[in-house]
């Protein structure tokens, strides 16, 4: 057992000294192609306007992420088993996409809907709806793309609709709609 101990000692031994040499280990050669991919400027994301007219893609950063996306005029809704507070459902239907930076949610939260004199409405879930097709937070990578209703209680006379996409965390809102 001493034979054996001994070898054993010496091995950890020389193995502990080249771990703790203080000498800089050689830095690994970067991966062939690498150098050319860092050199290469990065493509810029599509330059969309803020402000859009409904059915158009506008354009939002938020977060050091880049965003277009397309919202509907709201129209009529009424699906749903309780009537609305305020007078009537209204619904928008919206389409984002990531067009560049790390990523980042859209989400229902995030809309409001103003009327000609200002008012605004935050996004509402009329109870007995179906939820399927509702936005909730879609969660983007690069590339991808998220769509879903986005649901408003309005006066019933209610006319001059503006939708603002003001995520949490946002001062103002960062694209519009009219």
Same mark, same amino acid.
């Given at each position: 057992m001493q034979k054996l101990i001994a070898p054993l000692s010496a091995l950890l031994l020389m193995g %502990? =000294?080249?771990?703790?040499?203080?000498? &800089? $280990?050689? @830095?690994?050669?970067? &991966?062939?192609?690498?150098l050319e991919a860092a050199a290469? $400027?990065?493509?810029p994301a599509e330059q969309l306007p803020s402000e859009a007219a409904f059915g158009e893609k506008a354009g939002a950063t938020n977060d050091g992420s880049q965003f277009a996306i397309t919202a509907s005029a709201p129209k009529d809704f009424t699906e749903f088993s309780e009537a609305p507070v305020e007078g009537k459902y209204v619904v928008v239907d919206v389409?984002?996409?990531l067009l560049g930076g790390d990523g980042g949610a859209v989400a229902a939260t995030s809309f409001m809907l103003a009327d000609a004199s200002g008012t605004e409405y935050p996004n509402a879930a009329p109870n007995g709806t179906d939820m399927a097709g509702m936005l909730f @937070?879609? %969660? %983007?990578?690069?590339?991808?793309?998220?769509?879903?209703? =986005? =649901?408003?209680?309005? $006066?019933?006379? &209610?006319?001059?609709?503006? %939708?603002k996409y003001q995520p949490i965390g946002a001062t103002e809102a960062i694209a519009t709609w009219r």
């Open positions: %502990l =000294v080249g771990c703790g040499s203080g000498e &800089a $280990p050689d @830095a690994a050669a970067p &991966a062939e192609g690498t290469e $400027p990065q493509q389409q984002s996409e @937070a879609t %969660l %983007l990578s690069k590339g991808d793309t998220g769509s879903g209703k =986005v =649901v408003f209680d309005v $006066p019933a006379d &209610a006319t001059g609709f503006v %939708l």
